[in-house]
């Protein structure tokens, strides 16, 4: 990344949308800017101008310029930023590339791509889940568990993806702030 270069990403730390640039980021190397919007009680004016459509986080900013929806921000990073010795979220092929972006099986990989960095930031919501729906996710799903566990173990990872309880606690105070929970 040049001196010159300006990177932001506005975000909510729930969001596992935002997790997702986050370490789509990391894994590349990217230094960047972190801006926090709290989504449920102030959205920002900066968050409104640079999405004005969806007026949702995650918002990679780049050089003033946004980008938005969290798929997109992924492969807007893993294009521009696609140096010698940085990891490739998508295969070159276009068939190759559109397999990955639909099989599930491309988690099962050694190298953390695409579909992981798509999927992972819901693995710190499976407590919440589990807590609310009275289910084991590790139980009916041992391989998603599995492969979570082995994401996890990634430093980009770990560092993007919130403290499991943290978020329970979060969703416990919306379902009261909606009046879900009497």
């Known amino acids: 990344m040049g001196k010159s270069e300006e990177v932001v990403l506005l975000n909510y730390w ?3 949308y935002g ?4 370490i789509a980021l990391a894994e590349k ?4 800017e972190y801006v926090s919007v709290d989504v449920v009680n102030n959205k920002t004016e900066l968050l409104l101008q640079m999405n004005p459509v969806h007026k949702k986080v995650p918002v990679l900013i780049h050089n003033g310029s946004p980008v938005c929806e969290s798929l997109v921000i992924v492969q807007y990073i893993d294009e521009l930023w696609a140096a010698d010795g940085k990891p490739v979220f998508l ?11 639909f099989w599930a099986h491309y988690i099962d990989e050694e190298e953390l791509g695409y579909v992981d960095i798509a999927l992972v930031p819901y ?6 889940y589990e ?3 009275n289910i084991s996710i590790e139980a009916e799903c041992p391989k998603l568990v ?6 996890m173990k990634k430093e980009s990872v770990s560092k993007a993806l919130p403290d499991p309880v943290k978020v329970h606690d979060f969703v416990v105070m ?3 702030k909606f009046g879900v929970d009497s």
């Open 14 to 16: 729930p969001s596992p």
């Open 19 to 22: 997790m997702r640039a986050m």
């Open 29 to 32: 190397g990217v230094q960047y």
């Open 91 to 101: 295969p070159s092929d276009p068939y190759q590339r559109a397999q990955a972006r």
């Open 123 to 128: 693995y710190s919501w499976f407590y919440t």
């Open 131 to 133: 807590q609310f729906g």
């Open 146 to 151: 599995e492969w979570a566990k082995r994401c």
């Open 174 to 176: 919306l379902r009261k």
